[in-house]
């Protein structure tokens, strides 16, 4: 797999990739695999660029699962059934955005009803539409921006109640 910086941005400051370093170390000192990548090359003059890391194993008990790692590692926890799935997602104090890939129509439907998500991703990545909200639950935000619903905080309303 071929892979450009040039796609990829930088993390916002050295700290970031230390980090994520970090993280990404204590999973695989737990149990869980660095399988691509996953070499830290910032010796090779790249400042704050973060080589794009899968990491698998991953348990509920690691910081890659219960801390939002913003920046380029994807980390996989197994599960065997959807309800498990389910539970292990919404177990997190975060809830911007989810993502699931299915063509099993019950198990969409079960996941957008279930997933404690503001924003859920189905068969796709890209959440953002300039027209559509934006925004998430739990610890991860409050209220909404774009859209209707988020022009709707800029707006003044009355109530008029008129009797007779």
């Not at 930088?10 to 996953?38: D, M, W, Y």
């Not at 003059?45 to 509920?60: C, E, K, R, W, Y």
């Not at 953002?128 to 774009?146: D, I, L, M, Q, W």
């Amino acid at each position: 797999m071929v892979y450009s910086l040039v796609n990829l941005g930088p993390l916002i400051h050295q700290a970031a990739c230390t980090r994520l370093q970090s993280k990404i170390s204590e999973a695989k000192n737990s149990g869980a695999c660095v399988e691509l990548f996953g070499i830290d090359k910032r010796e090779h003059s790249l400042g704050s660029f973060f080589v794009p890391t899968l990491v698998t194993g991953v348990t509920p008990n690691m910081q890659l699962f219960t801390e939002e790692s913003f920046g380029p590692v994807v980390s996989v926890t197994e599960f065997n059934q959807m309800d498990e799935a389910i539970h292990l997602a919404n177990q997190t104090q975060y809830g911007l955005a989810a993502y699931f890939y299915s063509q099993n129509l019950m198990q969409i439907n079960q996941c957008q009803r279930q997933l404690q998500f503001g924003m859920l991703g189905i068969n796709q990545a890209r959440l953002s539409h300039a027209f559509a909200p934006f925004g998430g639950v739990k610890e991860s935000g409050f209220g909404r921006e774009g859209g209707l619903e988020g022009i709707s905080q800029y707006q003044s309303q009355q109530f008029v109640a008129w009797g007779e």
